[in-house]
């Protein structure tokens, strides 16, 4: 099992472990987990994560964003209930039964067409988003009892098999007092449309709109399932508000120096000339960049950790490299950076980076493209390589 050493990512499957068994303790026991794997895993590799999460962990509950991941989840065996959380045009409904994924229902329309296309005397799994404030998906009602009506008219569709309702939150991850009733607001919603729909007999195996964040900071036992996504990867689903308990980044970035060199002060680095060394200057070449999904925002901005030291990004970030101060850091061709991850006493996250650009945690670990090889890892062991 070898892969080039330029730049590669290292995923750590027992790092799930621990991220999942940490969040379970904050959820009711009538929650069970479902776990979002979709795009890629948000990046950590989703041929080596969710086999590991249905046949190790034994996850019941998966949940992708469209149905090329889904049948990719089937195609590499994975057997556990998929759902589908956007939008699938209707022509696949034949498709979506022939995998057994069951598809969110974008509103009335979306679910009308997919009974259409369905062949007869069959019927789509469906889960009905709800739109309680984010809106984005689902069906949307200024009252409960409208929604109520269209719920129970889809439920009624010869070609659905509506088994669940579900809302999303828009802001679950705020210790703003604003936000924490807007969160309120949007569960109170959807219970209360659930147990309408209960009163109709409009019989529903699942309820359920926790994401991370809900889960830690709105735990309802109402919600059947908890959808769990950047928590499980590590991250933190607002790098401002504090987890209550460790999160263990699943993935880290690294590369291997490519040159090293001694510069004169007054010497220019990189495109735009936008630094200039001020005092002689050791600096080093790591062959990673932006095509690797590296940010260019961490021009002159970012670090990396080479000997467990951090060493400055100078210059612009290229497309397949970045140019480092590693003055007083002994470093050679081939030594390892360490650009997501633990390096000694020192660590840089992707909630870090995402920090410096405004941005995201997931973003961060999303857009890590699939010229970097996934190497996997479990207790320290490498069992595995993903090339894409
Ligand atoms: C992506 C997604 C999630 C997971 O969100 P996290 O913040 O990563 O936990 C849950 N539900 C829906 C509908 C999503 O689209």
């Known amino acids: 099992m070898t892969y080039l050493k330029r730049a590669w990512a290292e995923t750590h499957l027992d790092r799930i472990k621990t991220n999942v068994e940490n969040y379970k303790k904050f959820l009711n026991p009538e929650t069970e987990l479902l776990c979002v794997v979709k795009a890629n895993c948000y990046g950590n590799g989703d041929d080596a994560i969710v086999p590991y999460l249905e046949n190790e962990l034994g996850i019941k509950w998966f ?85 109520c009506d269209t719920v129970e008219r889809i439920s009624r569709f010869k070609g659905i098999q509506l088994e669940g309702i579900f809302t999303h939150f ?15 607001m949007q569960a109170e919603k959807i219970v209360s449309i659930a147990e309408s729909l209960k009163k109709r007999l409009v019989s529903l195996n699942e309820i359920h709109f926790l994401n991370s964040a809900g889960g830690i900071y709105h735990s309802n036992g109402k919600s059947t399932l ?88 100078i210059g612009r970030v290229c497309m397949d490299q970045i140019m480092c101060d590693v003055t007083g850091i002994d470093v050679k061709v081939g030594d390892t950076a360490t650009l997501i991850g633990t390096d000694g006493e020192e660590t840089i996250t992707a909630d870090d980076i995402a920090d410096i650009g405004n941005t995201i945690g997931y973003e961060i670990i999303c857009n890590i493209s699939k010229r970097v090889p996934r190497v996997v890892y479990n207790n320290g062991q490498q069992i595995g390589i993903l090339k894409y």
Do not use: W
Not at 73 to 92: A, C, V
Not at 170 to 184: H, P, Q, R, V, W
Not at 229 to 245: C, E, R, T
């Open 63 to 147: 949940a992708v964003s469209n149905i090329e991941e889904a049948k990719h989840l089937r195609d590499i065996g994975i057997s556990g209930e998929i759902l589908i959380l956007g939008y699938t045009p209707p022509e696949y409904a034949k498709e979506l039964i022939d995998y057994d994924i069951i598809q969110a229902l974008t509103d009335e329309s979306h679910a009308k067409e997919l009974s259409k296309y369905t062949p007869n005397d069959k019927r789509v799994r469906a889960h009905c988003a709800l739109d309680t404030g984010m809106t984005r998906i689902g069906v949307c009602e200024n009252t409960a009892e409208k929604a």
């Open 170 to 184: 828009a802001s679950a991850d705020s210790d703003n007092e604003d936000d924490i009733n807007y969160t309120k």
């Open 226 to 313: 908890a959808r769990l996504g950047i928590i499980m990867y590590g991250l933190k689903p607002n790098s401002a508000l504090d987890v209550p308990f460790t999160l263990k980044p699943v993935l880290d970035f690294k590369a291997s120096v490519s040159m090293v060199k001694d510069v004169e002060s007054g010497v220019f680095v990189s495109y735009g000339r936008t630094y200039e060394t001020s005092k002689p200057t050791k600096i080093a070449t790591i062959p990673v960049g932006y095509a690797d999904g590296y940010p260019r925002f961490l021009s002159n901005k970012g670090e990396v950790l080479i000997h467990g030291q951090r060493a400055k990004i």
